[in-house]
């Protein structure tokens, strides 16, 4: 793991509007359980990562250049996303898992070596806040449809793709999320794509 390949809010898993304080907070949590003196959990390299992170995040100006960096590189949200199916309706939590387990099906069709996708791309590929998702990020991984890698991001299992596989005959509005998820992730910025392949 590189540090051109994290993105710092993900990887100490804090929102990106965070306040100092919680920034500070959450970074003692890390820098203890990975600091190389831990002989349980230490990991000089983690450690590393955590203590750069808590620096650009903690310095104002620091964080301006950062967060204007990453800016430059999140894809746009998808359209389809942005229709009234998704923010009206009974039924509209059941299409935020459904559109949320589509991105990570094409993610991990696009780009087997890395398939996975942060909150932060999910907030921005659906134009939700993460507020919105996470309600369907707490269920899709108790049924087992979705894990985390080691850097907090999502992935399909095998148990969500055959559910999406399931689901997708005669299913226009499926279809259509599935489509659009395809495309999306496709044209995802390259400069994005080749950071996180490092």
């Known amino acids: 793991m590189t540090s051109a390949s994290v993105n710092y809010y993900d990887l100490l898993q804090i929102h990106p509007k965070a306040e100092p304080e919680t920034i500070q907070r959450v970074y003692k949590i890390f820098a203890a359980r990975y600091h190389p003196d831990n002989r349980e959990t230490g990991d000089a390299e983690r450690f590393r990562l955590y203590r750069e992170a808590y620096e650009v995040l903690s310095d104002p100006a620091a964080r301006e250049q950062y967060d204007l960096k990453l800016e430059l590189t999140q894809p746009d949200a998808l359209p389809v996303f942005q229709?009234?199916?998704?923010?009206?309706?009974?039924?509209?939590?059941?299409?935020?898992?459904?559109?949320?387990?589509?991105?990570?099906?094409?993610?991990r069709r696009a780009n087997?070596?890395?398939?996975?996708?942060s909150m932060l791309d999910l907030e921005h590929l659906m134009a939700f806040p993460r507020?919105?998702?996470q309600f369907a990020m707490w269920y899709l991984k108790a049924k087992?449809?979705?894990?985390?890698?080691?850097?907090?991001?999502?992935?399909?299992?095998?148990?969500?793709?055959?559910?999406?596989?399931?689901q997708l005959p005669g299913n226009d509005l499926l279809y259509r999320i599935f489509r659009a998820s395809e495309s999306g992730v496709m044209i995802y910025p390259k400069a994005l794509l080749n950071s996180k392949n490092r």
């Open 144 to 166: 087992k449809f979705v894990t985390q890698d080691d850097r907090s991001s999502f992935i399909v299992t095998a148990e969500g793709v055959d559910y999406l596989e399931t």
């Open 112 to 117: 087997p070596d890395y398939s996975a996708l």
């Open 83 to 107: 229709s009234k199916e998704f923010t009206d309706g009974i039924d509209a939590e059941a299409k935020i898992r459904i559109g949320i387990l589509c991105l990570l099906y094409a993610k």
């Open 131 to 133: 507020e919105h998702l």
